[in-house]
């Protein structure tokens, strides 16, 4: 039971974050602004290597190669944005 919780929270927090970026097409957000919008960290928590986690493990999801992505783009320095434009 507390693997299929673990799992669904899983799943639900790559959706969130996917479905957050697709909202918001062309905008770049930091990982301070994930963290808030994303999951409702007021303050981003002191580990912050799960974002970069999250990010490339819904990049193998979605990407045709997600090595060069074409949706969601590291915008170096920055953040992550999804792209506006049609690959």
């Known amino acids: 039971l507390l693997f299929c919780f673990i ?6 927090d ?3 974050l996917l479905y957050f970026l697709y909202l918001h097409k062309g905008q770049v957000f930091t990982k301070e602004q994930l963290y808030e919008n994303v999951w409702g960290f007021e303050d981003m928590p002191k580990d912050t290597s799960n974002l970069p ?4 493990k819904l ?15 590291t915008v170096w320095g920055v953040g992550y944005k999804f792209n506006e434009e049609k690959p």
């Open 7 to 12: 799992l669904f929270v899983a799943v639900f």
């Open 14 to 16: 790559f959706f969130d």
């Open 59 to 73: 990049r193998k999801k979605i990407e045709p190669d997600p090595d060069n992505p074409i949706y969601i783009i």
């Open 53 to 56: 986690s999250f990010i490339r």
